[in-house]
């Protein structure tokens, strides 16, 4: 049978006719629309220079498939980037600093990413293509930098897959510490289960993510539950605790220098909050999604870190030496597992494990789906090889997934465990930094946005989302990721209790040379220039371009809410 002339709709999957096996192997077959336009891009990549405006709108009908729907978007928002950060590595942070510096950090750092996310969600309710912040570096600061942020967040997520496998398989050693059974059986499992769940396409990481994270949530919820309780004396040994721990040792812990060294464990702990934003080009309707999405990640910031955090420095003093254990996976040194152990809880530190387990895995999905998705990206601007540009008709980028699955394999190190060490340890300075640099971008954009977008006559009425914090938000956000990169550079360079040395400098700032070793060349290559307000393309990639009349619609509809539900919708 002949095929229909017509391509399909961008985002729409393509149901094969054929049945069983030839039907599955059908699906890896090109998207139609994409196939139908490989060609052009092709030929623009070829002819030399770099395209804006065919860039801009090649991300704008990216055959990405369109299926996360509302809960899932909720779900990646509040608990999504929920992981080692919080429950493991919040105990080394503790004993750096003291809890006053725990909790003092971690709410600096959650008000700069509550500026950052709702900076990204005015861009992404409006704009939401493929690529994302990546693309907005490209499409209002600087093609040059976009690919540097392009390759900066897609390595970032490509390295951190063998990393979470390997925390994976440490956390089975809490119940197997003699290792009877040897770290490749678990890789192997791991790495089948992660790569399986993304080959179902976008709805397989949706409906991962979707459980993955209200395990999660249940689990924060109830530690604070029993966190308030052993505090109070009700626990199996009783006695009351209250704030005792302040006092003695203390609420700080190393000066101004400790606070500074738990200022950058905060901003790791919050790596992938941005990943709502990315998810924005594969949701069936951004503008009703997103927007509540975007508000959710208030309610984790306070909820699930702050809450949280402050009852682990009530409940364990930063003095405890097992908070010292290494491993970023090693459950025996969660602060949340400690003071489940201090209260005499024979059972809940399994259950703790368990959850410190789906949390690994709950960002090594993730980590498939971020670096897969960004490549197809940069592929589709001409800033990668053209083969990650391929979709398949189940709208998978295919040749990215296959890319994170191969290095994945890189997990197998840890047999080796002579080589995993240092293996290790590069291969997360690498990843380090990252975020810290896609915060800083996404702010930068905002900011340039908002600049353009006054300069071409629109007003804030006409956007479907606005930031609560506004300009004035993006730009604390903005001086926030500076900081923390000062952070880093101090404490890097002059270590807390130790000597500087080139590979303690390296392993804690490769991240910062190897943006430059992208940015510049680049730029010289190329001949970039910096993208002008009045010049920026704040067209192409919109999905409803009546949007005003739409809008005016829902306000009038807003006007007639009562007053609690205005409220309510402010947060929510």
Known sequence: MAEKSETPPYGEEIESTRGGFSGFVDSFRQHPSQAASQKARAAATAAGGYDAEAAALNLAESPLSRKLKNRHLQMIAIGGSIGTGLFVGSGKALAGGGPASLLICFALIGAMLFSTVHALGELAVLFPVAGSFAAYSTRFLDPAWGFAMGWNYAMQWLIVLPLEIVAAAITVNYWDDKQTISPAVWVTIFWVLIVSINLFGVKGY???????????????????????????????????????????PGAFNGGFKGLCGVFVTAAFSFAGTELVG??????????????????????????????????????????????????????????????????????LPSVMNTVIMIAVLSVGNSSVYGSSRTLAALAEQGQAPLIFAYVDRRGRPMAGIILSAVLGLLSYISVNK???????????????????????????????????????????????????????????????????????????????????????????????????????????????????????????????????????EERVERATWPAWKRWYKVFC
């Open 418 to 552: 002579e080589a995993e060490g240092p293996a290790f340890m590069w291969m997360l300075a690498i990843s380090g930094l990252s975020s810290i640099f896609t915060w800083g971008s996404i702010c930068a954009c905002h900011i340039r946005f908002r600049r353009g977008w006054k300069l071409q006559g629109h007003s804030l009425d006409e956007l479907a989302f606005v930031s609560q914090p506004g300009v004035i938000g993006s730009y604390i956000g903005l001086v926030f990721n500076c900081l923390v990169l000062v952070a880093q550079f101090w404490t890097a360079m002059w270590p807390q209790g130790g000597k500087t040395t080139a590979t303690g400098f390296f392993s804690s700032y490769l991240a910062v040379p190897i943006v430059i070793a992208f940015y510049i060349p680049y730029k010289i290559y190329y001949k970039t220039p910096f993208v002008r307000a009045k010049d920026m393309d704040l067209v192409t990639g919109r999905r409803e371009l009546d949007l005003s009349a739409i809008l005016a």
């Open 206 to 248: 949706g409906e991962a993510e979707f459980i993955f994270s209200l395990v999660k949530v249940i689990a924060v919820i109830g530690f604070i539950i029993l966190g308030i309780i052993l505090n109070v004396g009700g626990g199996p040994q009783g006695g009351y605790i209250g704030g005792r721990y302040w006092h003695d």
């Open 278 to 347: 990315l998810a924005a080009a594969e949701t069936a309707n951004p503008r009703k999604s997103l927007p509540t999405a975007i508000k959710q990640v208030f309610w984790r910031i306070t909820l699930f870190y702050i809450v949280s955090l402050t009852l682990v420095g009530l409940l364990v003093p930063y003095t405890e030496p097992r908070l010292l254990q290494e491993g970023s996976a090693n459950a025996a040194a969660s602060p949340f597992v400690i003071a489940i152990r201090n209260a005499g809880i024979k059972v």
